[in-house]
Structures are given as C-alpha cells and as structure tokens.
C-alpha cells in the first residue's frame, strides 16, 4: 500500500485541518501539487468530505506536527493492517461510459481467436460479465448478428501485456494437463509479439518436398515439341524414298 484509502478525501481533510504546503500533501496523496491547490481554491473535490487520516489510523498526529514545522518533510504512511489490499482490483474492470459499447465485439474476438480463455478472465480482462459472454459464446447475444470482433487492445479495454499473460497463462494449462494441441491452437496460444514474428509462407510437408516445382504444363510440352520435331525438319519432309519398280520417263 503506497497511499491512503480515500486520497482525495485525505488531501480534503489534511487542506482543512493542517498548514502543510501543497506539495506535501501531493506526493502523500499522490496527487499534482495543482490539484491540490484546486482543492484549497474549491475548484477541486467540490462537495467531497474531508476523510480524517488520524482517526482512520493512517497518520499520527506527531507525524504531522513534523511536516508542519519542516515543508521538505515527507509524510510515511502509518501501517493500517485492514486496508492492505483495499486497492486491489474487486469484481469487473471499471469500463469507461464511451468504449462500453466495444465490449461486445472484443467478448467476440476473445471468443473467437482465445478459445482456451475462460469466461472469468475473459469478465476481468474486458471488464463485462459472464452471461453477456456465454451469450455471444451460444450466439444468443440480441445484436449478435451486427457484432463484428475487434481486438480488445485496439479498442483501449485492455493492455497488450494482460492479454499476453493471460495467453501464457492458458499455454501453461494446457501443458501441465497434457492435452493434445492441434497446430491451429498451438497459433492461438502464442502471445502476439510471437505470432508477429512468425513466417506467413505456408510450409510444405516432408513427405511431397520436392515436388514443390513440378507442373502439369511442362511434360505436355516437351512431349508435344518431341513429336512434331521430325515433321518440322524441312529435309526430312522432302526426301521421299524413290521405290525399286518406279519407272524412268525419257
């Protein structure tokens, strides 16, 4: 735990109740020195409650005399046992009002390309819930026949490397279960910096290699051009053989 739960309602109260400068306040709070100013102008936090950081158990109060009297002192945050984790992320990620509407076509394209995700990373990663997932799974989504599936890291709903762990995440799964892996799923399960990286070409197998220059059009007409040859010779064509019982005209 790095700041106090309740931040901007800390930095409220500690504005109200102290003389600390504003930059004392910011990096206790982890706040821009101007927002806090904002705070102490009321163009900030208007209407928030200041939140007692002494009384919650996260300030002493001799910690504070010492800012107060030192403006270079920097305030440590008193261990509160019962907030630890309090910042860790409980339940769906928080999706913005404006990209809401991209859930359903990254749900897709996780659904189509990751199939070894499960539905509670899936909820986690793009911040939805598990019957809208099941339902584009089953293709009983309302508007499953407008949705077309975008990658979520295109559409700003998740990070390139939550998608990537969650895809090694899977990959190990599938290795500690000894499950059999087609090649199409071996693709899947790669992280995408590797699958950029791998060739386009197709590979031919071991068995036809060497054949991979033959061509149904060069037998014909090497076949066709040994035929005609002799017909195409001018001297052949008028050398006629002159027969034993011909008879000589004078």
Known sequence: MTKPIMAKATAVWLVDNTTMSFKQ???????????????????????????????????????????????????????????VGEEKRRGPRYTPLSKRQ??????????????ELSDGQISKLVGTTKPTIQAIRERTHWNITNINPIDPVALGLCKQTELDALVQKANAKKLREGEAMSDDERRRLVSTEQSLGMSDSPRIPAAISGLETFTLADAPEEKEEQQHGDLLDADSFFNLPSGDGEEQTS
């Open 102 to 115: 991209d859930r359903p076509a990254s749900i897709l394209w996780l659904v189509k390309f990751h199939p």
């Open 25 to 83: 306040i910011a990096d206790f709070v982890e706040m821009h020195e101007l927002e806090v100013q904002g705070i102490a102008d009321g163009d900030v936090a208007a209407g928030v409650k200041g939140f007692d950081p002494i009384g919650n158990n996260q300030l002493t109060q001799e910690e504070i005399d010492k800012a107060q009297a030192d403006p270079l002192y920097k305030l440590s945050l008193k261990f509160y046992a019962a907030a």
